[in-house]
């Protein structure tokens, strides 16, 4: 019989034992992405924080407002406190134009964008003129609505559907084997797996990020076998869908994959990790390398991405300036 918390605790494990194994190397995380670790590493052991970690402080820098209610606050959602008015204002507003602006280029419908898996934290948006028109009474009284004529949806759930449209629409080819470079909670990763056939896909993550990312994907694909290589003699097992890997043992990924990525997770690394982990992508014959990074430097261990040292197998594909700001999407194409 399943327990209220045998995820978290599942997540746990594997944290303490990945602490116990940690090793140094080129890999090493900048002090922006070290900057306040203990602090995360006390709240993953608590599995209730570790249970609703997409509405707390352990979704610092892995999610932007609106879904963090006030950037660099992290007010908790659930935390029965009154999110003021103008915050909550404020996040329509801003999804509301990422929407029109995604819509200026994108095809869907807004079902598509339906982010309402448990512990999500978006804004609610009506189906339809004729649902806001039949809402719009109980709304304005304060009166309970009808959550069927509404849908869910979240800033990470837009950024990851524009990603991965990204990949389709620019890499004409199936793509069987992914690896994501700095994962975080799984957002990307889960809307890769429900739009494409995906055989194995690789996270590999600092190991305060990867419990986070254990518990999303294993409530949202119980079907999946995924693995966390967390205890040192574990290898990776040929069956399993999804693997999670703590950078030093990056070198067990063996074979080729079709596509590598990292969004926002390169531009908060030093120079030797980028380096470390473009080596990577060329030792396991990567097809395309896809990336939204930040092409200037916001912190001194920065490396902006023009600046990045691409090994000469890879050719510059598509680059041009993110949809939502100043950022570069690129994707490099492996040639001979």
């Not at 034992?17 to 203990?38: A, F, I, Q, R």
């Not at 404020?90 to 280029?105: A, E, F, N, P, S």
């Not at 600046?307 to 510059?316: E, G």
């Given at each position: ?47 209730e924080y570790l249970k ?138 889960s809307q890769i797996l ?122 510059k594909f598509v680059w ?17």
């Amino acid at each position: 019989m399943k327990t209220k918390y045998e995820i978290e605790h599942e997540a746990i494990k594997h944290f303490d034992s990945m602490c116990k194994s940690l090793t140094s190397g080129d890999w090493d995380p900048s002090y922006v992405e070290e900057k306040d670790y203990h602090i995360r590493a006390s709240l993953i052991r608590s599995e209730e924080y570790l249970k609703s970690f997409m509405t707390n402080w352990l979704s610092a820098g892995r999610l932007n407002f609106p879904d963090s209610p006030n950037k660099g606050v992290f007010m908790d959602w659930t935390s029965g406190k009154t999110i003021p008015f103008k915050i909550k204002l404020k996040g329509y507003i801003v999804l509301i134009k990422q929407i029109i602006r995604l819509r200026k280029l994108k095809s869907f419908r807004l079902e598509d964008l339906s982010d309402s898996q448990d512990g999500s934290y978006g804004f609610y948006f009506p189906k339809s003129l004729l649902d806001l028109a039949i809402s719009l009474p109980n709304i304005l009284l304060g009166r309970s609505i009808n959550p069927s004529r509404f849908i869910q949806i979240t800033e990470s759930k837009l950024r990851v559907f524009y990603y991965e449209s990204e990949i389709r629409e620019n890499i004409n080819e199936g793509i069987n084997t992914v690896l994501e470079i700095g994962g975080g909670y799984g957002g990307l990763a889960s809307q890769i797996l429900e739009n494409n056939d995906v055989s194995k896909y690789y996270i590999v993550d600092l190991h305060d990020a990867l419990p986070l990312a254990y518990c999303y994907l294993k409530k949202k694909y119980p079907h999946y076998k995924i693995q966390c290589l967390s205890d040192p003699d574990i290898e990776i097992k040929d069956d399993a869908n999804i693997i999670l890997i703590p950078p030093w043992r990056a070198d067990e990924i063996a074979g080729e994959v079709d596509i590598s990525i990292s969004t926002m997770s390169m531009q908060h690394q030093t120079e030797s990790s980028v380096t470390f982990y473009l080596k990577k992508f060329d030792n396991l014959k990567s097809k395309f390398i896809f990336q939204v990074e930040r092409d200037s430097k916001r912190d001194p261990s920065d490396i902006a991405i023009s600046d990045y040292p691409f090994p000469d197998s890879y050719k510059k594909f598509v680059w041009k300036k993110y949809l939502f700001d100043d950022h570069i999407l690129a994707i490099h194409k492996r040639e001979g």
